[in-house]
């Protein structure tokens, strides 16, 4: 009886650890990896050597530069090879290199005599400058002063840097490193790109220490914005529509956009697209009182605004135009109608000069126009020159866009001619600062990505994330090869915008952000509560299946003992 009973329980405590066994291994070879599985965050492998390497990668920008000679007859060909030769090795040897850290840009020229290239070559790459050698006449009103060795003169539509020499038998040396100069300083302004890029790319650039003011104003040079979309909102403000009746009121802005802006803005087709609108708003006034001044002399009383109080001013103004929402950057280009108590009405700056124009950056401008009121009085019609408003505001766009002012001697030529809104030579600085810009920004953001996913772990990355991260760097090396060599500065911009659209789309992207505010106290908080209960029948079942080896363990070595 005792044998059978012994037997029964044997056979129970038997199925017992059968039992055991076979949840601890339904547990942990089934239920385990199926938890695993579902619960791994997904961590896409991001191109981080690549970016690193764009990180620290040098960027040469090369540009040719083609060499012509006027009278020709006059100047010897080894002359002309030999200024050639030496203007290519100052050049060389003065290849701008500025460095931070690991980023640096390298300026590199290749000179050609033009009388030798072939016509079609020179047409066909954009980015390129011109020089024409010429000998200063006579009778020309030009003077060199402080021992200058040549008189420059540019035409920057078709990039030509006319450079009249007083002697053919001068100090070839100086010379040569006064034109490397002024080809870096006034014509390419390579201070100004090489700020953009480094600025951008690093987080200590320069020692100003003891140049605080050459700061601010390399900080004013830097591009305002580098969207590739732009809303052009034309506004009239008539704060009085009983005086200045609406039907009286001719303001021909849509002409003036079609002949004027709209071509304006073509020419920056490759920068940015541009959507124009136009409205009249009625009372709406300024957010600020103007002065009285008093007549004096021949001067006749006026009111004024300080332009200091430019952002007061436009405070209500804004309210008002209704594109506050809008996605794009917006360019405010407000023509404010002084109302009859306050005729005529000027912006004072701070060295007491009046001017109609007030230019807010990052905003727009607000123009002032005063009307006649002579013509009110009489009701008679009261047309508002439109055009030169056009013209007025183009600078103010300009500098959003990050269009350089020329700060050189024009040829007097180019007058004559049928001027335009930027010209060639602006609009390839233009192309070589965005491009830096944009190479800078999307290698920066791409990193600081990469970074910000070293630092946290649980952070989902998805293929589209790598996708666009692998597509950004592979368009930064197509602008690498591009810019290097010359006559790409198109194609290499539109590569560069699309790179920084990628980079800080993947940088943006929603799965990102969602597990940036998830924090690694909630997961505890999830998990305990679950697997404490069910860990209790998994170490129950863990502890029968050591008992029973354990006893059956000492009752082998009973067995052998006797």
């Given amino acids: 009886m005792e044998a059978r009973k012994e037997e029964f329980f044997e ?82 040897m003065s290849a701008s ?122 900080e004013k040079e830097k591009l305002l914005s580098t969207k590739r979309v732009y809303d052009i909102v034309l506004t009239l403000i008539n704060p009085e529509p009983d005086n200045f009746k609406r039907h009286l009121i001719k303001w021909n802005i849509q002409s003036a956009i079609s002949e004027y802006l709209n071509p304006y803005l073509n020419r920056l087709s490759h920068v940015a697209n541009f959507s124009v609108a136009s409205q009249n708003i009625y009372q709406v006034k300024l957010g600020a009182f103007p002065k009285f001044n008093a007549a004096s002399g021949d001067k006749k009383e006026f009111w004024t605004l300080s332009e200091v109080d430019t952002p007061r001013l436009i405070t209500p103004v804004e309210r008002k135009i209704g594109f506050t929402s809008s996605n794009n950057s917006v360019i405010n280009l407000v023509v404010y109608l002084a109302p009859s108590n306050h005729n005529p009405m000027y912006f004072v700056n701070k060295n007491n000069q009046l001017k109609t124009l007030s230019y807010y950056r990052g905003w727009g401008a607000l123009l002032l126009h005063s009307v006649n009121q002579t013509l009110v009085d009489r009701k008679e019609l009261v047309s508002i020159d439109a055009a030169q408003q056009i013209a007025s505001f183009i600078p103010v766009i300009n500098d959003f866009l990050g269009v350089k002012q020329l700060d050189y001697a024009i040829l007097k030529d180019h007058f004559k001619r049928h001027a335009v809104a930027i010209t060639q030579l602006q609009l390839d600085n233009l192309y070589r600062q965005r491009i830096l810009h944009n190479v800078a920004t999307s290698v920066s953001t791409m ?115 006797q």
């Avoid at 339904?26 to 690549?50: D, K, S």
């Avoid at 980079?503 to 909630?522: G, R």
């Fill in 447 to 561: 990193d600081s990505l990469i970074s910000l996913c070293d630092q946290v772990k649980n952070m989902v990355i998805r293929d589209e994330i790598k996708e666009n991260l692998e597509k950004a760097v592979e368009l930064i090396e197509n602008v690498h090869k591009s810019i290097g060599a010359p006559g790409s500065l198109t194609s290499a911009l539109s590569d560069s915008s699309v790179a920084t659209e990628l980079a800080e789309e993947a940088f943006s992207d929603p799965t990102i952000l969602a597990m940036l505010y998830f924090p690694e106290d909630q997961k505890y908080a999830i998990y305990v509560p679950m697997f404490v209960p069910m860990s209790m029948p998994l170490w129950s079942s863990l502890g029968i299946v050591m008992g029973y080896l354990k006893a059956r363990k000492s009752k082998v070595q009973l067995a052998a003992a």
């Fill in 11 to 92: 056979e129970e405590r038997l199925n017992t650890v059968k039992s055991s066994v076979f949840y601890l291994a339904f547990a942990l070879c089934l239920g385990l990896p199926i938890w695993w599985h579902t619960t791994t965050v997904y961590r896409a492998q991001l191109p981080e050597t690549q970016v690193k390497s764009l990180l620290s990668k040098t960027v040469q920008l090369r540009t040719n530069v083609y060499v012509d000679f006027v009278k020709s007859q006059e100047v010897t060909e080894d002359f002309k090879d030999q200024l050639a030769s030496l203007l290519q090795y100052e050049l060389a």
């Fill in 97 to 218: 290199v500025l460095k931070s850290g690991e980023a640096a840009v390298k300026f590199e020229y290749e000179v050609l005599r033009k009388d030798v290239v072939d016509a079609n070559e020179v047409s066909a790459k954009d980015g390129h400058i011109n020089l024409q050698f010429d000998l200063l006449d006579e009778d020309q009103e030009v003077s060199l002063e402080n021992g200058q060795l040549f008189h420059a003169e540019v035409d920057p539509d078709t990039k030509t840097a006319h450079l009249f020499l007083a002697d053919l038998d001068c100090d070839l040396e100086r010379l040569i490193a006064d034109i490397c100069s002024f080809i870096k300083v006034s014509l390419l302004q390579e201070d100004v790109l090489n700020y953009e890029y480094v600025s951008n790319i690093a987080t200590q650039v320069y020692d100003f220490s003891k140049q605080q003011g050459n700061r601010e104003k390399k």
